[in-house]
Nanobody, 123 residues
Framework: VQLQASGGGLVQPGGSLRLSCTTPEERIDIFATGWFRQAPGREREWITCISSRDINSFYSESVKGRFTISRHDANNTVNLQMGSLKPEDTAVYYC?????????????????WGQGTQVTVSS
């Protein structure tokens, strides 16, 4: 399964950015979709996931209340709306899929990965 992540860029602290993840050849709604991020010198960090059928969403404490994950079946996309961005949010962001309905936080539970998109929060 191919994933395409887009929407990264440079944003000032306190600003907003929206990332998108799509699967050109599959229906994304049959998968649980998660987002991870990896800053230089740090491990890849799980930040959010949306389940497939019941569309429940889950967030890490580091982004809860600032980021929102949503799925848009009409255009086969999962979006990550990021707000109140901080310099510590700077990282490469990855979307990933679980070949199943439920969400998990661990890296090993995800079956398919996108290529990553850079988000830089700086003044």
């Amino acid at each position: 399964v191919q994933l395409q992540a887009s929407g990264g860029g440079l944003v000032q602290p306190g600003g907003s950015l929206r990332l998108s993840c799509t699967t050109p050849e599959e229906r994304i709604d049959i998968f649980a979709t998660g987002w991870f991020r990896q800053a230089p010198g740090r491990e890849r960090e799980w930040i959010t996931c949306i389940s497939s059928r019941d569309i429940n969403s889950f967030y890490s404490e580091s982004v809860k209340g600032r980021f929102t994950i949503s799925r848009h079946d009409a255009n086969n996309t999962v979006n990550l709306q990021m707000g109140s961005l901080k310099p510590e949010d700077t990282a490469v962001y990855y979307c990933a899929l679980i070949n199943g309905r439920g969400c998990y936080r661990d890296y090993g539970s995800y079956d398919f990965w996108g290529q990553g998109t850079q988000v830089t929060v700086s003044s």
